[in-house]
């Protein structure tokens, strides 16, 4: 994983994970899968060659990778008013 990050020059990180409280979440993991696209696809290219046929059925194709992209192009600007309302920059009262 941080391999395949290192050799597409992207920062090392680590995956978010899904969390039922929050939808932003699922948001931001598939921004995750977004950014990380290329080191990924790296990885499952040497993973799938040591897991052998077995693997495949796990791996993303390229209308899976689509998809994601457009979710999150759809999701970016509901993220950003979640994260907007969520007051951590601002005192908020409660009603």
């Not at 994970?17 to 990380?36: C, I």
């Not at 046929?53 to 791996?59: L, S």
């Not at 899976?64 to 999701?75: F, G, I």
Request: glycine share 4%; aromatic share 8%.
């Amino acid at each position: 994983g941080e391999r395949c990050q290192e050799e597409c020059n992207l920062p090392q990180h680590h995956p978010v994970k899904d969390v039922d409280t929050r939808w932003s979440s699922a948001h931001d993991q598939m921004e995750f899968f977004r950014v990380n696209q290329r080191a990924l696809q790296l990885y499952d290219v040497n993973h799938a060659r040591q897991a052998g046929n077995a693997y495949k059925v796990h791996q993303m194709n390229l209308d899976d990778w689509q998809k994601n992209t457009e979710s999150v192009a759809v999701l970016q600007p509901i993220a950003d008013w979640t994260q907007h309302m969520r007051g951590t920059k601002y005192p908020t009262l409660p009603l």
